[in-house]
């Protein structure tokens, strides 16, 4: 759903819960965020988020996988941990048993991963698979990231290269030679956030989530406009998945990134000397993508190095894309 049009369905919720009346709700509807907060005592906030979707990759392990990854990376935007979580299914009743088992294997195999564990859940019977995961996280109330902290002077990381809904698509439609792109694809999915997150809250992150439907630009500009803040990212230092910009150009873009395009047209302005390949890919919708962090400029060398030094592969690295600065809130790429 596009960001004007969520924000359209949202509205009656907004208008029925005065978060005025929640003292503990930390983080709920009146500003985008990417999970609920809600403080339970002094020294505890449970963090709430819930993602599900249709299938990404023929695999069904790896599609389990990459589904509890993304679920779960909501709670590590938010400076959290993993706690438990509950399945969320919808399985065709002509699926053969031991597909759909394969399926949660490999989102408890993940949930694992985190440190968390799988209390249960709820599956249906659909058309068309879908799987996900409601986490349940826990943070410090004192400690909880939101996207609205950013500061003018601020460096803009990214933990994953960017390309995941271009190099599906192109595996997808059968394109020459897209078994490579797609193994890269996956093995950027399926790798947790959470490392990435312990680093960036020891180093102090001002702002910080995850880049997921809404591109690279879209999250970008929620972080822009809930910290009344102008965001200058540089195009030659975002990465790009391996082949993500040859299948660009080959046309395989998604139906997201163009209504990612028409949708973010008032919150970003990108350089002329920009190529369109490019652009397709700032707009294109990542699946379980990195975090974008906020953070000062006097730690954001080191933040890099601690995370490319002690990651565990290559897709959970760090780049610096950017900068905060003061000036109209929004997105320009230069």
Same mark, same amino acid.
């Given at each position: 759903?596009?960001?004007?049009?969520?924000?359209?369905?949202?509205?009656?919720?907004?208008?029925?819960?005065?978060? !005025?009346?929640?003292?503990?709700?930390?983080?709920?509807?009146?500003?985008?965020?990417?999970?609920?907060?809600?403080? @339970?005592?002094?020294?505890?906030?449970?963090?709430?988020? $819930?993602?599900?979707?249709?299938?990404?990759?023929?695999?069904?392990?790896?599609?389990?996988?990459?589904?509890?990854? #993304?679920?779960?990376?909501?709670?590590?935007?938010?400076?959290?941990? @993993?706690?438990?979580?509950? #399945?969320?299914? =919808?399985?065709?009743? #002509?699926?053969?048993?031991?597909?759909?088992?394969?399926?949660?294997?490999?989102?408890?195999?993940? @949930?694992? /991963?985190?440190? =968390?564990?799988?209390?249960?859940? +709820?599956?249906?019977?659909?058309? /068309?698979?879908?799987? =996900?995961? %409601?986490?349940?996280?826990?943070?410090?109330? *004192?400690?909880?990231?939101?996207?609205?902290?950013?500061?003018?002077?601020?460096?803009?990381?990214?933990?994953?290269?960017?390309?995941?809904?271009?190099?599906?698509?192109?595996?997808?439609?059968?394109?020459?030679?897209?078994?490579?792109? $797609?193994?890269?694809?996956?093995?950027?999915?399926?790798? $947790?956030?959470?490392?990435?997150?312990?680093?960036?809250?020891?180093?102090?992150? +001002?702002?910080?989530? *995850?880049?997921?439907?809404?591109?690279?630009?879209?999250?970008?500009?929620?972080?822009?406009?809930?910290?009344?803040?102008?965001?200058?990212?540089?195009?030659?230092?975002?990465?790009?998945?391996? *082949?993500?910009? !040859?299948?660009?150009?080959?046309?395989?873009?998604?139906?997201?990134?163009?209504?990612?395009?028409?949708?973010?047209?008032? !919150?970003?302005?990108? %350089?002329?000397?920009?190529? #369109?390949? $490019?652009?397709?890919?700032?707009?294109?919708?990542?699946?379980?993508?990195?975090?974008?962090?906020?953070?000062?400029? =006097?730690?954001?060398?080191?933040?890099?190095?601690?995370?490319?030094?002690?990651?565990?592969? *290559?897709?959970?690295?760090?780049?610096?894309?950017?900068?905060?600065?003061?000036? /109209?809130?929004?997105?320009?790429?230069?």
């Amino acid at each position: 759903m596009g960001l004007e049009t969520l924000a359209q369905v949202l509205q009656p919720l907004r208008d029925t819960f005065d978060s !005025r009346d929640y003292p503990d709700l930390l983080v709920g509807l009146d500003a985008a965020d990417d999970a609920a907060v809600y403080r @339970v005592s002094d020294e505890v906030a449970l963090i709430q988020t $819930l993602d599900f979707f249709p299938p990404v990759v023929d695999d069904p392990y790896l599609y389990g996988a990459i589904g509890a990854a #993304n679920a779960m990376s909501d709670v590590y935007a938010m400076g959290g941990e @993993v706690c438990f979580a509950l #399945n969320i299914a =919808g399985i065709p009743d #002509n699926l053969p048993p031991e597909v759909a088992a394969e399926i949660f294997r490999g989102g408890a195999e993940k @949930v694992r /991963e985190a440190d =968390g564990v799988i209390v249960g859940g +709820h599956t249906i019977f659909d058309a /068309e698979p879908k799987y =996900g995961l %409601s986490v349940t996280g826990m943070v410090h109330p *004192d400690a909880v990231i939101t996207k609205g902290g950013a500061k003018p002077g601020d460096k803009l990381l990214l933990t994953k290269p960017i390309g995941t809904g271009v190099l599906l698509t192109a595996a997808q439609q059968q394109y020459v030679d897209s078994d490579v792109g $797609l193994e890269a694809a996956v093995a950027s999915m399926i790798e $947790l956030n959470r490392h990435s997150s312990h680093l960036a809250r020891a180093a102090g992150v +001002h702002a910080m989530t *995850d880049v997921t439907g809404y591109a690279l630009l879209g999250h970008a500009s929620e972080i822009a406009l809930q910290s009344s803040v102008k965001i200058v990212i540089e195009a030659s230092s975002v990465p790009l998945l391996k *082949d993500a910009y !040859r299948f660009a150009a080959a046309g395989a873009v998604t139906g997201g990134g163009h209504r990612n395009q028409e949708q973010l047209r008032e !919150r970003v302005s990108l %350089s002329n000397t920009i190529d #369109n390949n $490019l652009k397709q890919l700032f707009y294109d919708p990542q699946t379980s993508g990195g975090l974008l962090i906020a953070v000062p400029e =006097g730690v954001a060398e080191s933040l890099q190095v601690s995370i490319r030094e002690t990651s565990s592969s *290559d897709h959970g690295s760090c780049w610096q894309i950017g900068s905060v600065e003061e000036g /109209e809130p929004g997105v320009e790429v230069i």
